[in-house]
């Protein structure tokens, strides 16, 4: 062969090197540990990623074709990256498939569930109350102001990271395409949280999230539920209707203002639902333009 050819393969070859990455990063890049619990269509493991010891969550989701889970599937995967853009929502650091499963690969938050600090400490202090409820305000108003709806707000779903903050997390039956004027039909949620009007199966819209936010905050203050939970929708709505809510005497002045305000059964007069809830008394002392860029000390 004539040496030119040789060095044209030569060249050739070096580019091929060049050119060359390292693997792409798979599902085989984690290292699972143990399950953190079970998250809407599927569970959520604790691992680690390989090449740095990075500490993530992984929500495994089962494709399941005769179920038609596919869309799903995808709108969560395209949430958790919309995700990335508020400090208040877990986000996916990265998202894989295989044949059968989805994998989401998200931040870990190593502080647990507002859900167990209930539990633990029933009663929680009003400034704490403060703060967490102030940052889900500010992420419950990025999602609506991108046209989301969270529909599943409750404490399992309140994550703390390893620095005190929130991170609303599992956005697996969440509603997008929600600007304004629309309204979406459908029971969705977990008893307990659910707003009247998706109770009594009425069109609903980002108004459901502000009552769960007003149920969040009620067991925060008092380690109980407002209204009785059932299975039954019907009889959840009527015992919601008959129920004169008991807001105890340590309630603070605010609170015992605001609350009634976010569990107000018509949701066109819900507060929260007319972009007003900043500015209430409850959260006199918040600066927010600080607190959104989540560097705001802890109250603890
Ligand atoms: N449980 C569910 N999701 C989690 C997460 N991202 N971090 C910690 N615990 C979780």
Known sequence: RSPDLLEDESAKKK???????????????YKFHRKLGEGSGGKVMLASFSPNKQLVAIKIVPKKPNRCNYPWISMEAWLLKIARECPFLCHSHATFQSKAQAFFVLEYAGGGTLYRMISRQKKLPT???????????????????????????????ILVDNDGHIKICDFGIAAAGMFAGWKIRGLAGTPGYRAPEM?????????????????????????????????????????????????????????????PKLLEMDNNNRLGVNGTIREHQF?????????????TQTPF
Not at 16 to 27: A, G, S, T
Not at 132 to 152: C, K, P, W
Not at 283 to 295: D, H, M, Q, V
């Open 15 to 29: 580019s091929r090197v060049e050119v060359r990455r390292p693997p792409p990063l798979d599902i085989r890049s």
């Open 199 to 259: 109770l009594s199966l009425e069109a609903y819209d980002a108004g459901a999230d502000w009552w769960s936010l007003g149920v969040i905050m009620y067991e925060m203050a008092t380690g109980r539920k407002p209204f009785a939970p059932s299975l039954d929708p019907a009889k959840e709505f009527l015992d919601m209707k008959l129920t004169k809510v008991d807001y105890p005497s340590h309630m603070s002045q605010e609170m015992l203002d605001l609350l």
């Open 283 to 295: 959260f006199a002392g918040i600066n927010w333009s600080e607190l959104e860029k989540r560097t």
């Open 127 to 157: 400034k704490s109350i403060q703060f967490y409820t102030a940052e889900m305000v500010v992420a419950l108003q990025f999602l609506h102001s991108n046209g989301i709806i969270h529909r599943d707000l409750k404490p399992d779903n």
